[in-house]
């Protein structure tokens, strides 16, 4: 039973260039929620989608970043024109959202570079 | 004010010890609380659920002390795989299910 897939597992970006950086939920999830660690941070909450749906995308910066979770494939973090300080691990997670589960199954994330 | 605050550590021990981490939550409303673990910036894996009335997990112990807004973890007879990060995780009643808060973690070596 495979876990949460993310790929690829290290980006290196030019600054201004995109990164996409993709997920796919565990097996019978359905939620996707997306967070960001930057060097010696927490890790910090971006994004929680469903299918089709972004549900809560109030920790996503204003401009450049984007997210989705399409109906077939995995779901996709977009970042355009990439800064420096853009440099973070990504992380994804899903979860059964069963009712009173809280608990997330994390990927082994996206580390992004930006030169 | 951060949402959760942790002693970064290090916290360095020798094989056997007891060690105990703490960690203060901001939002009063706060109604979920969990231990993650992490290593060398791979990804978090939950270590545990914290509970009211307090709960063990083998070596584990958590505690909630809602009126102090305060989580403790404590490790007995540590290992040195127990080596890592130890994230401190709460949610707030009404946030998105999902959305959690962590803390920059602390810190743990293990020494033989």
């Known amino acids: 039973n495979a876990g949460v897939m993310q790929n690829p597992r290290h980006l290196v970006r030019r600054r201004g260039q995109e990164a996409r950086l993709r997920c796919s939920p565990m097996?019978?999830?359905?939620?996707v929620y997306w967070y960001r660690q930057l060097p010696e941070e927490g890790l910090k909450f971006m994004v929680y989608l469903q299918k089709e749906n972004i549900i809560d995308e109030s920790g996503m910066p204003k401009e450049r970043f984007s997210a989705e979770f399409p109906k077939e494939g995995p779901s996709i973090l977009r970042i355009q024109q990439v800064v420096r300080g853009d440099s973070a691990a990504y992380f994804c997670?899903?979860?059964?959202?069963?009712?009173?589960?809280?608990?997330?199954?994390f990927g082994s994330g996206t580390q992004l570079s930006v030169l | 004010r951060k949402e959760v605050e942790q002693d970064p550590g290090p916290f360095n021990v020798p094989e056997g010890a007891t060690v105990a981490f703490n960690c203060t939550y901001s939002n009063s409303a706060s109604q979920s609380f969990f231990w993650y673990r992490q290593d060398c910036r791979k990804e978090p894996k939950l270590l545990m659920s914290v509970y009211s009335s307090g709960n063990e997990d083998g070596r584990f112990t958590a505690q909630l002390n809602r009126a102090s807004q305060y989580i403790s973890l404590l490790i007995r007879d540590s290992k040195l795989s127990d080596s890592a990060t130890y994230l401190c995780v709460v949610n707030g009643r009404g946030s998105t299910l999902g959305r959690l808060y962590f803390g920059r973690g602390t810190q743990l070596t293990v020494w033989p």
């Open positions: 997670a899903s979860s059964p959202q069963t009712e009173g589960s809280e608990k997330l199954f």
């Open positions: 097996k019978g999830h359905s939620h």
